[in-house]
């Protein structure tokens, strides 16, 4: 969800990187969301999670890369390494990675210098941890970023006052982040919190309908949205994936029996995409998969 979040409001990238070098991002602006290949020819698994281009004080962009992990990942540090090392390279510019750990011990795992094993390069992510989160304490608080809001509640759900607020103040947020947001909260929520959280919601009674009310009408015409939306894509995906193998097979290019595995089981149409338009041009499968 930080990802989607992010690609909703591409600012919020510019709030957890000042959150996580305790400074305030001035001079920085026109955050846009930009695609996760950047026309790098990288395997699917060397793609970052979100990718933020902003504008500094001198005019230049600079790139801001968002991870969400949930756990410590060896292999992570040679994805980021070859992915941010490429955005510099290509685009001559900075590239930030910002890692957000919502548990204590994963963000002090990743807060300090890392170096891929026998490699001369020098990761340093800003990682932003429970620690990192202010505790929003109303309404105002919560609504002027429910993003960040909402992580907190979710880092610090021991804190009951903390995520009643949260969870509260979503019913006050104007469009469709407000259900969307309260149903990841409560996602992440133990059974007992939740129902108290629950029996909050219900007893607020504005003069139209209560709060859990609203975000019910309102969860309900987001999930039918949402399923439309799931079965354009699938069916999206289904259509690039046999065009990816028609463009192949029509080029002398038979995939493997592993490449016709990995074709089928990609979900992304952004990543068929980019290997469609390999395809065209390739001289061996192996390029448009980013092996070669």
């Not at 204590?104 to 390069?121: E, F, G, H, L, Q």
């Amino acid at each position: 969800m930080p990802l989607e979040m992010t690609r909703r409001r591409p600012a919020f990238a510019l709030e957890l990187l000042a959150l996580g070098l305790k400074a305030h991002p001035d001079g920085y602006h026109d955050a846009r969301l930009e695609s996760v290949e950047l026309n790098e020819r990288l395997p699917a698994e060397y793609m970052a999670d979100s990718v933020i281009s902003v504008e500094g004080p001198d005019g230049g962009r600079r790139f801001v890369i968002v991870e969400v992990q949930r756990a410590w990942d060896d292999r992570k540090v040679w994805s980021w390494a070859a992915y941010v090392g490429g955005l510099m390279g290509r685009h001559r510019c900075a590239v930030l990675l910002v890692v957000v750990c919502l548990n204590k011990a994963v963000a002090a795992r990743y807060d300090r210098p890392i170096m891929p094993t026998d490699s001369c390069m020098l990761l340093r992510p800003v990682v932003v941890g429970p620690d990192q989160l202010p505790l929003p304490r109303t309404t105002e608080d919560v609504l002027a970023s429910p993003e960040l809001a909402v992580l907190c509640a979710i880092a610090h759900s021991d804190d009951f006052d903390v995520v009643a607020t949260v969870g509260t103040a979503m019913a006050e947020v104007e469009d469709d982040r407000g259900p969307v947001y309260y149903d990841y909260l409560y996602g992440h929520l133990a059974e007992p919190v939740r129902a108290r959280l629950e029996e909050i919601m219900s007893t607020i009674t504005p003069e139209t309908e209560s709060g859990i009310e609203r975000l019910m009408r309102r969860r309900e015409a987001i999930a039918e949205a949402r399923a439309e939306a799931r079965a354009e894509a699938r069916a999206e995906v289904h259509t690039k994936a046999e065009m990816l193998v028609l463009v192949l097979e029509a080029r002398g290019l038979a995939p493997s029996p592993s490449q016709r595995e990995r074709i089928a089981s990609c979900t992304d149409p952004e990543v068929l995409t980019a290997w469609v338009a390999r395809a065209a041009t390739a001289t061996a499968t192996a390029e448009v998969f980013g092996d070669g």
